[in-house]
Every structure is written in structure tokens, then in C-alpha cells.
């Protein structure tokens, strides 16, 4: 009974316990997170060709940056063709009179299809085709220009064309039609006759009758001048064009167009016949190679032309200088250029060359292509063409990234220190001769007292050998004895040849 009350106690206690245990609380469910605010979208970029600083062509690197907006009285357009002119070349070589410290954009013109108009903007529209003008800023894939600096493209003309057009030929028609008075039967200097402005000034000069014109160029790119409209093709690289004119033309020319400046700009002024005038526009003689040359720059300002008003009043001669960045405050003066310009264009008085169009990640090539003077008309840069592999057999363009040519104190003190070490070695290989000729002179010395003391040394006799023989009538014994003794004597003559052939030797 005891065992049976123990458990029932037992029991009992276990169920209060159980009773007695506290519920666990249901866990209360987590707040719901706080929506995180919208992210917001990226800004857009586009490819741009950027200058970071002055030098070669491994200053110039293709970047995102950010997409310019339209702003008031402003257009943007999207970018299908843009130029590239001699004096972007001379900008990043820190040569040009526009310097802008870099890193920056650089481009002047280019031809595209605009995408939004900014505030104020009338006379455009979007899906427009059109030919933009700026101070810099064109080498990318979308620009924002100003409405006054934006042309219609005509229909028949492309986006290469519309790039190639603005600079050459607004540089051209001003310098032949405001400054030079191109007027029929006169004649005219173009150098450079294969480049842009070249190209555009001759195919400019044929719209006036009866025009002559003499052009410079290598002997490879006569063809295609001529047949621009070039009269007297001149190998400038073999011949002084100075002469070839005067003894074709022997009172010279009317007008001289100067993209060279130093000796070139004095030859040019000497050329003119009375009230002839010449009009310089760049200083093309300061570029050489890829990076700035400071003796190139110095020789051509040091040959640069000093004139006196007096001395053009006594030859009746003009000069004057033209340089289209520096005409942007004169927008209606542009705009009725360009426009007498585009009306050519479409009259088919005029068409530009296009030499060659390079993808934006090819700027280098590019330049090195113009810089060179191996182009024959415009080139052209595109951000929608994809770089090109030079065809096999072809010569490789200069990679952007070649080692840099050295300063020119550099390149002093290695030439200095090339000098030194030629003559150290010059003074060793003296000094070897000097003293390999101290050891001649030592030796024949010691060689002629050798001889010397052998000339008053006696000759010494050989030495004698006597043999006796007791009986004439000899032994067999005696025979044989006999006859060992004379190859005795033998070796004795032998041995005196061999002082002497060691005696020759030494001397």
C-alpha cells in the first residue's frame, strides 16, 4: 500500500508540476521593412576624345564622359562624322595660339543628326541632318552646339562631306574672296595643294574665270591636284617653286596663300607681282615629327618675315593674316559664307575629298596620317566605325603608345657623355699601344745584347777524340771497338745545331 500511495503521490506532484510550467509566448512577427528609395539612374556617358596633355599621340585617349545637355538656344546632335584639321595637330603639341590647358575636347566641326532642341531654338528640328561649328568640343559621340552655329545638310550630301566642309572651305573662300579679290585673269600660289584647305581653295579659285593656279605637292599626288584644277603642279620636295614660277610666270603672281610661315612667308611676299597680297594662315614649318621640335620653332621664327609699312608702299604689295577661330563674334559674317558655300555644294561647283575616315579609338593614326602629308583631301574621324587592322603588306601606323622621343637636355648630356666615354677609350687603346711598344723595344734591346754578347763570345772547338791503336794488324776485338767510337761522335754535332736553331729563335 505504502509502494502504491509513494506513486500516486508521485503522479500527483508531476501533474501540478506540469500544470505549473508557464506557456511560452507565441514570438510577435517582425515589422515589415521600410522600402529603400528608388535608385537613381545612372547618368549617361558617351566616347570622347580627350587631350590630357601636350605632347605625342599618347596624349590622346578615347573616354567616357558625361553626355552634354541641350541647353538654351542650344541643339544636341548626334555625332556621325568629324573633322580633323592641322591645327588640332599644332594644339597638342602646345604650338597653337588657342592653347587651352588639358585636359580637353577637342574638334571644331562635324555633321550629325540632331536629337533635342534646347529653349528658344526655331527654324530646326529633330531627324535633322546638319553641319555644326564650335571653338572646340566636336570629338564625341553627342554634342551640344549653339542654333547660329548649326547648318542643314543638303540631301545629296553625306555625313563625311558635311565634316569635311566647314573649316577648309570657310578658310578658302575668305582668304581668296575677302582678302586676296580674286578676280579673273589673275594667278595664284597654293601650297599644300593635296590638303584641306588646299583642295578647297583650288576647287574655289576655278569658280572665277580664267584663273592660273600653281600648287605644291609631293611628285605622287600631281595627279590628283591637276585634276582638281591645278595648272602647274610643283614638286616642292626637288624643286624651288620660287624659280619654277618665275620662269613660267616671270612678274610672279597676284596672290600667295601661306599655311608654312618663316622662310616660305618671305619667299611668298617676293613672288608677288605689284598690288599682288598674301595671306598667311598657320605656321606648318614649326611641325616636325610628333612631339614639339624647339629648334624647328626657333629656325622658323628666327627666318620669319619683318616688314615696314614703308616697304609695302614701295612695292605695292599687301600682307594679311586670317584665322577662322577668331571670327566668333562675327556669326552673320559666317553664316552668309557657309551658306554661298553649301549653294556651290549643290550647283556642283564644289566637292570635298575625303582621304580617309578612322574609327575615334584611331585618332593617333589618324593625325600621324596628316602630320606626315601623306593624305590627298580630308580626314575624317567617326565615333560609329569600328578600328581597322592595317591591310597585310602595309606599313603599320606608329603605335599612340611608342616610348617617348627624349628632351633635348637629355639627349645633349647622352651625346656628351658618348664623347666622354669615346675618348677613355680612345686614351686605353693609346696607352695599349704605348705600351706594347715599351715591350717591343724591351725585347729587341735584350734580344741585340744576346747578339752582341754571342758575337764577342770565342767559338768553341769541338771537342777531340783520339783513339789508339797499339797493333796495326787489329783484332776483331780492336774492329769493334773501332767502330763504336765514331757514333759517339755524332750526337756532339748535333747537339752545337741545336744551340744554334734555339739562338735564331730567340732572336
Request: net charge negative; aromatic share 4%; glycine share 8%.
Amino acid at each position: 500500500m505504502a509502494e502504491g500511495g509513494d506513486a500516486a503521490t508521485v503522479a500527483h506532484e508531476a501533474g501540478n508540476a506540469v500544470q505549473e510550467t508557464p506557456k511560452a509566448e507565441p514570438e510577435k512577427a517582425a515589422a515589415p521593412a521600410e522600402p529603400a528609395p528608388p535608385a537613381e539612374p545612372a547618368e549617361p556617358t558617351v566616347r570622347t576624345i580627350v587631350l590630357t596633355g601636350h605632347g605625342g599621340y599618347d596624349k590622346l585617349s578615347v573616354q567616357q564622359k558625361p553626355q552634354p545637355k541641350a541647353g538654351k538656344g542650344e541643339v544636341l546632335v548626334r555625332v556621325k562624322a568629324a573633322g580633323l584639321n592641322f591645327s588640332e595637330l599644332m594644339v597638342r603639341q602646345g604650338l597653337h595660339d588657342r592653347m587651352t590647358k588639358p585636359p580637353v575636347v577637342l574638334g571644331m566641326e562635324a555633321a550629325g543628326v540632331i536629337e533635342e532642341l534646347g529653349e528658344d531654338v526655331s527654324g530646326l528640328e529633330v531627324g535633322q541632318n546638319v553641319i555644326c561649328l564650335a571653338q572646340t568640343g566636336m570629338w564625341r559621340e553627342i554634342v551640344a552646339v549653339p542654333a547660329t552655329n548649326v547648318f542643314i545638310m543638303p540631301e545629296e550630301m553625306s555625313y563625311e562631306e558635311g565634316a569635311a566642309i566647314p573649316l577648309s572651305y570657310l578658310t578658302a573662300y575668305f582668304m581668296l574672296f575677302d582678302f586676296g579679290n580674286l578676280r579673273p585673269g589673275k594667278s595664284l600660289l597654293v601650297h599644300i595643294a593635296a590638303g584641306g584647305v588646299g583642295w578647297a581653295a583650288t576647287q574655289l579659285a576655278k569658280t572665277v574665270d580664267n584663273v592660273t593656279i600653281f600648287g605644291t605637292a609631293s611628285a605622287s599626288k600631281h595627279d590628283a591636284i591637276k585634276e582638281n584644277g591645278v595648272d602647274h603642279p610643283i614638286d616642292y620636295r626637288t624643286r624651288d617653286y620660287a624659280e619654277e614660277i618665275k620662269n613660267i610666270s616671270p612678274k610672279g603672281v597676284d596672290v600667295v596663300l601661306d599655311p608654312l610661315g618663316g622662310a616660305d612667308t618671305s619667299k611668298g611676299l617676293q613672288l608677288l607681282r605689284p598690288m599682288g597680297k598674301i595671306v598667311t594662315y598657320g605656321s606648318a614649318n614649326m611641325v616636325k615629327g610628333e612631339n614639339r621640335n624647339l629648334m624647328k620653332m626657333a629656325k622658323t621664327l628666327w627666318q620669319s618675315t619683318s616688314v615696314s609699312p614703308v616697304s609695302l608702299v614701295k612695292t605695292n604689295k599687301a600682307i594679311a593674316g586670317f584665322q577662322l577661330a577668331h571670327l566668333t563674334g562675327e556669326i552673320e559674317l559666317v553664316r552668309s559664307a557657309f551658306q554661298d558655300i553649301l549653294n556651290m555644294y549643290k550647283d556642283g561647283k564644289i566637292k570635298p575629298r575625303i582621304d580617309s575616315v578612322w574609327a575615334f579609338e584611331q585618332v593617333a593614326e589618324a593625325m600621324q596620317q596628316m602630320n606626315e602629308r601623306r593624305n590627298i583631301g580630308k580626314v575624317i574621324l567617326s565615333p560609329e566605325k569600328e578600328p581597322t587592322k592595317p591591310a597585310e603588306g602595309d606599313a603599320a601606323p606608329t603605335s599612340p603608345l611608342k616610348k617617348k622621343k627624349p628632351s633635348l637636355f637629355r639627349r645633349l648630356s647622352k651625346r656628351a657623355s658618348r664623347s666622354k666615354d669615346e675618348g677613355e677609350k680612345k686614351d686605353e687603346v693609346k696607352q695599349e699601344e704605348q705600351e706594347k711598344a715599351d715591350d717591343n723595344k724591351a725585347t729587341n734591346g735584350h734580344v741585340q745584347q744576346t747578339e752582341e754578347k754571342k758575337d764577342e763570345a770565342p767559338a768553341e772547338e769541338p771537342e777531340k777524340i783520339e783513339v789508339a791503336v797499339e797493333n796495326p794488324a787489329e783484332t776483331d776485338d780492336a774492329k769493334a771497338a773501332a767502330a763504336d767510337v765514331v757514333p759517339d761522335d755524332k750526337p756532339v754535332e748535333n747537339e752545337e745545331k741545336a744551340d744554334g736553331d734555339a739562338s735564331q729563335e730567340a732572336n
